[in-house]
C-alpha cells in the first residue's frame, strides 16, 4: 500500500530521520496561513502516488488533449508568500500528468509546503527486498534526484549495493561503508550513521516492501535531510499494522482495484480491450504478452490465485466487464493445485450468472485439463476453448477481427 511523502515523513520523522518541517494544505484559502508558519523559502508539491512530479506538467482539466497547460512541474519552490499562493492554487485541484500517471495524470487533492533547503549535494538511497537473494538490501548512488532506471542505465557503477541479513538487521559498518562509497564529509559520518540505521528500521518495524529518499541531501550544514520519499507497505503484513488503513487513499487508486480488493483479487488496469483472467504473475505476463502477439493489447492483469472458484470467476468477471473498453475475455488458467475441472465449472456457472456479452476464450492446462475441455464443450455457452498457447493466440486473433 502506498502513502503519500508528508504521510511516510511523519513516519521517518517518528523513527528520528531527519526531514524539514511541512504542513499539509486541503484548500486554496489556507495556503497562505500555512506559508506563513513555515516562512522563507518553501517548496510547494503536489501529493500524488506517482513519481516525476518535479518535471510533470499541470492542467486544468483531467484530459491534456482538450485541458490547458497551468504550470510546469508539480514542486515549486517559493521565495514568497505571494509565490506560495500562486505555485499552490495552480496545483491545488488541478491534474497533474507526469511519466508515471498515464496521459490523463492525477488531480491533486494535497499539497505540502516543505521548508526549503540549502543543498551542498544530492544523492540516493533505498532500502527494498531483493528477490534474487531473498533479502532487503540497502542501494545508494551518488547520483541523486535522477530516477534510479536511469542512473543503473547510464552510471551503473555509481550504485551501491548492500545486503542486510534480516535477523540481525543493518550493522553500523554497513552504514559506514554506504557513506564511504558517497564520498559524505567525515563530518556527516557521524550523524549519517545513526541515519541510515534508522532508516532501516523505519522499514523493518514498519513492514515496509519499499522506502526511498530521492534526493537525499547533504545540506550546506553537512547535515543529511530525507527531502523526498516514497513509503510503501507491505500488504502482507499490513493486519500487523491497523493504524495504517487510515493512511490510505482511495481517491489515487482505481475505483475497479479498490473493488477487485474487496473480492481478494489482485487488479490492475490497463489501457487495452482483451480482459484478461489469470492465476499467477508470470502466466499473467505470458497471457499479456500472448494478447500483445496477437494484435491486440491487455485491458487489465487480474489474478484469481491459486484457490479459483464459481464465486471468484464470477466476481472476476464483474470486475472485468465493469471496464467498457473491454471487447473480450481470455481466461489462462494453469491447473496445478487448483483443478481444471473445478475452475471450468465454475467458469460455467460464473458465465450463466454474470451473462457475459464478449465473446469468451478459455485456455485450461493442467490438473483434469481433458474433463475440464468436456465441461466447457457440453455447457452449450458460446465459450471458445483453446488448446495450447499458439491455438489460444490464433482463436484470439480471429475473434479480434470480428470486433
Known amino acids: 500500500m502506498k502513502i503519500h511523502e508528508y504521510q511516510a515523513k511523519e513516519i521517518l520523522r517518528r523513527y528520528g ?11 486554496r484559502e489556507d495556503i497562505g496561513s500555512a506559508y506563513d508558519s513555515l516562512g522563507g523559502v518553501v517548496a510547494i508539491k503536489a501529493q500524488i502516488h506517482a513519481g516525476g512530479r518535479g518535471k510533470g506538467i499541470v492542467y486544468d482539466g483531467e484530459d491534456p488533449k482538450t485541458s490547458n497547460k497551468v504550470l510546469e512541474g508539480g514542486v515549486k519552490i517559493a521565495k514568497s508568500r505571494e509565490e506560495a499562493i500562486e505555485y499552490g492554487s495552480k496545483i491545488l485541484g488541478n491534474y497533474l500528468v507526469t511519466h508515471q500517471t498515464g496521459g490523463k495524470g492525477k488531480q491533486v487533492l494535497k499539497i505540502y509546503l516543505e521548508k526549503g533547503t540549502q543543498i551542498a549535494r544530492e544523492f540516493y538511497v533505498s532500502i527494498l527486498h531483493d528477490r534474487s537473494i531473498n533479502k532487503p538490501i540497502i542501494m545508494a548512488s551518488s547520483e541523486g534526484g535522477m530516477e534510479i532506471e536511469e542512473v543503473a ?50 522499514y523493518d518495524q514498519e513492514d515496509a516492501s519499499l522506502v526511498e529518499i530521492n534526493p537525499l541531501v547533504l545540506s550546506t550544514e553537512n547535515e543529511l535531510v530525507a527531502l523526498d520519499c516514497k513509503f510503501s507497505y ?47 504473475a ?44 473491454v471487447k ?76
Open 17 to 27: 530521520v531527519k526531514v524539514q518541517d511541512g504542513r499539509v494544505v486541503e484548500k
Open 153 to 202: 542505465a547510464k552510471f551503473p557503477e555509481k550504485i551501491v549495493k548492500l545486503p542486510i541479513e534480516p535477523a540481525i538487521g543493518m550493522m553500523p559498518w554497513q552504514a559506514r561503508e554506504i557513506l564511504y562509497r558517497l564520498n559524505v564529509p567525515d563530518e556527516t559520518i557521524k550523524t549519517g550513521v545513526p541515519f541510515l540505521l534508522n532508516l532501516w528500521k523505519v
Open 234 to 280: 507491505d500488504d502482507n503484513a499490513l493486519f500487523r499494522h491497523p493504524e495504517a488503513k487510515q493512511l490510505r487513499d482511495l481517491t489515487e487508486e482505481d475505483p475497479l482495484e479498490i473493488k477487485a480488493s474487496e473480492y481478494n483479487l489482485n487488479y490492475v488496469r490497463l489501457d487495452g480491450e482483451v480482459g484478461c483472467m489469470v492465476n499467477g
Open 282 to 325: 508470470g502466466l499473467a505476463m505470458a497471457t499479456m504478452d500472448l494478447i500483445k502477439h496477437a494484435g491486440s493489447f491487455p485491458a487489465n492483469f487480474l489474478d484469481v490465485g491459486g484457490g479459483a472458484n464459481p464465486t471468484t470467476v464470477a466476481n472476476g468477471f464483474r470486475i472485468i466487464l465493469s471496464d467498457p473498453n
Open 328 to 403: 473480450a475475455i481470455f481466461i489462462n488458467i494453469f491447473g496445478g493445485i487448483v483443478q481444471c475441472d473445478r475452475v471450468a465449472n465454475g467458469i460455467v456457472q460464473a458465465a450463466r450468472e454474470v451473462q457475459i456479452q464478449v465473446p469468451l476464450v478459455v485456455r485450461l492446462k493442467g490438473t483434469n485439463a481433458d474433463l475440464a475441455a468436456k465441461i466447457l464443450a457440453e455447457s452449450q455457452l458460446p465459450i471458445i476453448v483453446a488448446d495450447e498457447m499458439e491455438d489460444a493466440a490464433q482463436k484470439i486473433r480471429e475473434v479480434l477481427k470480428k470486433h
